[in-house]
């Protein structure tokens, strides 16, 4: 329950995505937080106040000149008695008052009598979230210390138009407001991380390429808990299909070649966890046109050269991290080969998985790892690769604690 005993405003403006705020009041509570809303007049015209008070099991406010509600709680004790303020969805036209210090409603009163910190999930049009007014506005409230979450790119709801508007998805925004109000320790705070994730792309030509079946979920998830442990944290990721980690840069490659460029203008650094999965060889010369296929012509043969040992590399650099952690997928004998690695690649620890098909921790959800070291081995049971990435920051952080 990350956000036990923690009390959240949230306010609901007026587009469609409210309906999204109902799963969003879920969500915060499953973590533990008292969610107490307040409703635009627009917002009334897409959930029900009656909707959005079942599921916060609290009085939902919406009047600015209600007596009984100023004796009560009032906009005042609103503003302030919580820990944080989320607008979901934030409307342009809530963007603008706020960015103007308007406060001609309940929710923009609030908005402007509060010392909380506010986190804003816009959800529009495409055509409004990128005019000119609403880009002003959005520049404004960063610089006033508004956080926002999203929008997203994709389908809006209700016209059928595509494009950057999307309200972020509730499980994102309670991830945000968690991150926002993460109290707890920050062992890596004054440490710089660079993690590396996913696969490579190494091309054939400009339309094939030679790629393996890494997610990116384990690399991912490390940067984000490491990140979340106060670290200063780079994530050199390949192509992957899942959303880059809140909290930390995030430098996207395909080639091995440009994964290690990057990881090494990223250095120096305190640790190096490299997760990612670097295809071993690429074609020798990649060719700049489609190869074609001629009639009667044997398949063309590719010659493969090998490519950069980005761990290696790194284990070995003159600016070695203090801390280098190495990941080896391996489909046989996985602890010989995982220490043989250690070794050759001058690394503190390898995290060695068994990475065979019938294992599905290749693109799967879970994994079950040996952690090799220089004074033994330990066997991690099988987890999700969040709980991986929890452990694995764990063991981080008590390098660095004494
Ligand atoms: C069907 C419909 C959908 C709307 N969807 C959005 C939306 O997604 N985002 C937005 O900023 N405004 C949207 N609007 C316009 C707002 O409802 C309008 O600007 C309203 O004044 C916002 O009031 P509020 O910010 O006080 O809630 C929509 C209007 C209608 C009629």
């Given at each position: 329950?990350?956000?036990?005993?923690?009390?959240?405003?949230?306010?609901?403006?007026?587009?469609?995505?409210?309906?999204?705020?109902?799963?969003?009041?879920?969500?915060?509570?499953?973590?533990?937080?008292?969610?107490?809303?307040?409703?635009?007049?627009?917002?009334?015209a897409?959930?029900?106040?009656?909707?959005?008070?079942?599921?916060?099991?609290?009085?939902?406010?919406?009047?600015?000149?209600?007596?009984?509600?100023?004796?009560?709680?009032?906009?005042?004790?609103?503003?302030?008695?919580?820990?944080?303020?989320?607008?979901?969805?934030?409307?342009?036209d809530?963007?603008?008052?706020?960015?103007n210090g308007?406060?001609?409603?309940?929710?923009?009163?609030?908005l402007?009598?509060?010392?909380?910190?506010?986190?804003?999930?816009?959800?529009?049009?495409?055509?409004?979230?990128?005019?000119?007014?609403?880009?002003?506005?959005?520049?404004?409230?960063?610089?006033d210390?508004?956080?926002?979450?999203?929008?997203?790119?994709?389908?809006?709801?209700?016209?059928?138009?595509?494009?950057?508007?999307?309200?972020?998805?509730?499980?994102?925004?309670?991830?945000?407001?968690?991150?926002?109000?993460?109290?707890?320790?920050?062992?890596?705070?004054?440490?710089?991380?660079?993690v590396?994730?996913?696969?490579?792309?190494?091309?054939?030509?400009?339309?094939?390429?030679?790629?393996?079946?890494?997610?990116?979920?384990?690399?991912?998830?490390?940067?984000?808990?490491?990140?979340r442990?106060?670290?200063?944290?780079?994530?050199?990721?390949?192509?992957?299909?899942?959303?880059?980690?809140?909290?930390?840069?995030?430098?996207?490659?395909?080639?091995?070649?440009?994964?290690?460029?990057?990881?090494?203008?990223?250095?120096?650094?305190?640790?190096?966890?490299?997760?990612?999965?670097?295809?071993d060889?690429?074609?020798?010369?990649?060719?700049?046109?489609?190869?074609?296929?001629?009639?009667?012509?044997?398949?063309?043969?590719?010659?493969?050269?090998?490519?950069?040992?980005?761990?290696?590399?790194?284990?070995?650099?003159a600016?070695?991290?203090?801390?280098?952690?190495g990941?080896?997928?391996?489909?046989?004998?996985?602890?010989?080969?995982?220490?043989?690695?250690?070794?050759?690649?001058?690394?503190?620890?390898?995290?060695a998985?068994?990475?065979?098909?019938?294992?599905?921790?290749?693109?799967?959800?879970?994994?079950?790892?040996?952690?090799?070291?220089?004074?033994?081995?330990?066997?991690?049971?099988?987890?999700?690769?969040?709980?991986?990435?929890?452990?694995?920051?764990?063991?981080?952080?008590?390098?660095?604690?004494?």
């Amino acid at each position: 329950m990350t956000l036990q005993g923690k009390r959240i405003l949230l306010i609901i403006s007026g587009g469609i995505a409210a309906y999204k705020s109902l799963d969003l009041i879920r969500r915060l509570r499953e973590r533990g937080a008292a969610v107490r809303p307040v409703m635009t007049a627009g917002a009334q015209a897409f959930v029900t106040p009656l909707a959005v008070g079942a599921l916060a099991a609290d009085k939902v406010f919406t009047e600015l000149f209600s007596r009984e509600d100023e004796q009560d709680v009032g906009h005042i004790r609103l503003a302030r008695d919580c820990d944080l303020i989320v607008i979901a969805p934030a409307t342009a036209d809530l963007m603008a008052k706020m960015a103007n210090g308007l406060a001609d409603d309940l929710a923009s009163t609030v908005l402007l009598a509060t010392d909380k910190p506010v986190l804003a999930a816009p959800a529009m049009n495409p055509k409004m979230w990128s005019h000119a007014a609403t880009r002003r506005n959005h520049a404004t409230l960063v610089a006033d210390g508004i956080r926002f979450i999203g929008p997203s790119s994709g389908e809006m709801a209700e016209s059928g138009e595509k494009g950057e508007g999307r309200m972020a998805e509730p499980l994102d925004i309670a991830a945000a407001a968690e991150a926002l109000l993460d109290t707890g320790p920050k062992p890596l705070a004054g440490r710089k991380a660079i993690v590396t994730s996913g696969p490579t792309h190494e091309p054939i030509d400009p339309v094939r390429y030679i790629a393996n079946r890494s997610s990116g979920k384990q690399g991912h998830a490390i940067a984000a808990e490491l990140a979340r442990l106060g670290a200063d944290v780079t994530l050199v990721s390949g192509p992957v299909t899942i959303p880059d980690p809140k909290g930390v840069v995030v430098i996207h490659v395909e080639r091995a070649e440009e994964m290690r460029d990057a990881v090494l203008a990223a250095l120096p650094a305190d640790i190096a966890v490299m997760v990612a999965a670097v295809a071993d060889w690429r074609v020798a010369t990649a060719a700049g046109n489609k190869i074609k296929k001629k009639p009667g012509e044997a398949p063309p043969p590719l010659l493969l050269t090998e490519n950069p040992d980005i761990l290696k590399t790194v284990g070995h650099h003159a600016k070695r991290p203090k801390l280098v952690v190495g990941f080896a997928a391996e489909t046989q004998n996985v602890a010989e080969n995982g220490r043989s690695k250690l070794e050759r690649k001058g690394a503190d620890y390898i995290l060695a998985n068994d990475v065979s098909p019938h294992t599905g921790i290749m693109g799967g959800d879970r994994n079950t790892v040996k952690v090799i070291g220089k004074s033994g081995d330990e066997d991690w049971p099988e987890m999700d690769k969040q709980a991986v990435a929890e452990r694995l920051g764990r063991l981080i952080a008590s390098h660095f604690s004494g």
